[in-house]
């Protein structure tokens, strides 16, 4: 009699077997179907975001860029009449007409050329309210995208116009690296929204990587421009001793850069080196795959914000910030979103959406963007040509535009730094004679250089105060290479209420108008935290190193003021 070898146990044993088999191949189908609906790899949370895609990344730059376009253009509300306005010091309506007269009188495509501005296009007989008005809507519209998020290329190209405009007759004022930094930044934003949609997650149009990249160029340059400018130029940053001095005589210290000015030599050499790997080294990691770009981006936006705490450098660190951010993927910016929120949910739907199955069919709007993106990208590249040149030769300039819009341009900072801090302060006296041993001369105070020793340095980054800025670099110049310092002398003994209204303190409030003012030229030094002299309240140390500019006063300063084409200043009547 056949007797089953395996018997009644090895049945049950085949049956418990199969039975797991069965779950197993369940469970496989389970997770293969989640994969398919959620777009979420094997073992991965349905509701976490995959890597690759930038949906929050596009928010959070559009957002950054409008911050700082709203920082740029309140400045600019609340500076420019004083500055470039119809009696400002270097009024815009005097520098477009040289323009005009430059490019044979007319107002054409010569002159929109050589200054691209929409002023061209107003009525100049009422150029402050012009110039308010182009900030006025530049802040509104960056409000709009900062609270919202929400942007598109009208929007984008306007806030971009409108900047322009500004900055090509802001003139001396707005000489500063960051402007054209700003202006290129803004515009590869353009690139990054569709043309009309408002939305934060439009379906229709995925950010591109093409323009995602383009900021990671830009980050790329900025830091190697600053650091190489650094190595090519002063002995301090090769020998380690920059960090030094830096904190003490940079343009507009702040109270931390008091106390970090005395950290001990070797985190002033520790502090120089980490520039050095961060603005030479640290960039290349783009280049490396996901990882190390998110390495690149968390320590350049970590250097950054290092600096803020240091030093009043205007936005300019909160601008170098933006493209740092295009490093960061949705999987890795996604914890700045809320959970459940529009925005990261729409996130999740797409990527589910694209992984549950092909994409829908190629459009005729898919198909322009993509020429859109790919022009782009010819575009950077071509005129990144001679900025990598720049970048290369050993006359390497900076802070340079090659090319009149600002598209794409060479960066750099503090190439050569200073050893010894100096101050130009005005004073004003009553006395008719100004070489009267008993003339009294009251100092005029600015909103945020460095002027009475008792005051504390302010607090003011991301805003900027472009007086003061200009006056730190006419400290270490003459007079006559700054004749803009004469000109405020002359508003000054008129009591200019214009220019007054760029300073802190104005000695004769309500009092007649000095008869002279003078520059004064002082050594300025911080004071050593826990000596006599910070007990007594100083935080500088001055010394007199001697005159800046002789005294002068309103008659004196005719013929000088008529020869510059300057209105020259109201003599009081009751002035004997």
Request: aromatic share 12%; proline share 5%; with cysteine.
């Amino acid at each position: 009699m056949a007797v089953n070898s395996e018997g009644p146990q090895s049945s049950v044993r085949r049956r418990r077997v199969d039975g797991r088999k069965t779950q197993t191949d369940s469970a496989d189908t389970c997770e293969h179907g989640a994969e398919s609906r959620t777009g979420t790899k094997t073992g991965q949370r349905p509701d976490s975001l995959q890597t690759g895609t930038y949906w929050l990344t596009r928010i959070v730059l559009l957002r950054s860029v409008a911050f700082i376009y709203l920082v740029a253009f309140s400045v600019a509300f609340n500076q420019n009449k004083q500055l470039i306005g119809e009696h400002g010091l270097m009024p815009c309506k005097s520098y477009l007409n040289s323009v005009k007269r430059f490019v044979g009188g007319k107002i054409g495509m010569a002159a929109l050329a050589y200054t691209p501005s929409v002023l061209w296009f107003l009525d100049w007989d009422d150029i402050d309210a012009n110039l308010d008005g182009i900030a006025l809507v530049g802040m509104a519209l960056s409000t709009f995208v900062l609270v919202t998020g929400m942007a598109n290329m009208v929007i984008m190209a306007t806030l971009w116009v409108l900047y322009h405009s500004l900055v090509n007759v802001g003139q001396l004022w707005y000489s500063f690296g960051w402007e054209s930094q700003l202006l290129e930044t803004a515009f590869l934003a353009i690139f990054l929204c569709p043309v009309w949609t408002l939305s934060q997650v439009p379906r229709s149009c995925p950010p591109s990587l093409i323009c995602i990249w383009t900021f990671r160029w830009l980050i790329v340059r900025i830091m190697l421009g600053a650091g190489l400018i650094k190595i090519r130029g002063d002995k301090c940053w090769r020998d380690l001793t920059c960090m030094d001095y830096h904190y003490e005589t940079q343009p507009v210290p702040n109270p931390m850069s008091y106390y970090m000015h005395r950290s001990p030599w070797w985190f002033h050499r520790f502090e120089t080196l980490s520039n050095h790997f961060i603005e030479l080294i640290v960039p290349f990691f783009t280049f490396l795959g996901r990882r190390m770009c998110l390495f690149n981006g968390a320590i350049q936006i970590l250097f950054q914000v290092v600096l803020i705490v240091s030093g009043n450098l205007s936005f300019l660190n909160w601008l170098t910030i933006v493209p740092s951010l295009a490093c960061f993927d949705d999987a890795s910016l996604g914890v700045l979103f809320r959970s459940g929120g529009g925005a990261k949910n729409a996130v999740l739907k797409i990527q589910s959406e694209d992984a549950a199955g092909p994409g829908k069919s190629l459009t005729y709007g898919m198909m322009m963007r993509r020429v859109v993106n790919i022009s782009l990208a010819v575009l950077i590249g071509y005129l990144s040509v001679p900025v990598v040149m720049n970048l290369l030769s050993s006359r390497q300039v900076m802070n340079t535009s090659f090319d009149p819009l600002r598209i794409v341009n060479t960066y750099g900072a503090f190439g050569s730094i200073t050893k010894e801090r100096t101050e130009v302060i005005f004073q004003g006296t009553l006395s008719p004679d100004p070489k009267d041993p008993e003339a009294v001369w009251e100092e005029y105070q600015f909103l945020c250089k460095p002027g009475d020793v008792y005051r504390r340095p302010c607090l003011i980054s991301p805003y900027h105060y472009r007086l003061d800025w200009l006056m730190w670099f006419a400290a270490f110049q003459t007079y006559e290479q700054s004749e803009w310092v004469i000109h405020i002398a002359g508003r000054l003994l008129s009591n200019d209420s214009v220019v007054l209204s760029l300073l802190d303190h104005n000695p004769f409030q309500g009092r007649d108008p000095p008869r002279w003012v003078r520059g004064e030229h002082f050594r300025y030094k911080f004071s050593q935290p826990g000596s006599t002299s910070a007990a007594e309240g100083k935080w500088w140390l001055r010394k007199r190193i001697g005159a800046y500019f002789p005294a002068v006063n309103l008659e004196g300063l005719r013929g000088y003021f008529q020869s510059r084409n300057w209105p020259h200043p109201h003599i009081p009547q009751n002035r004997n």
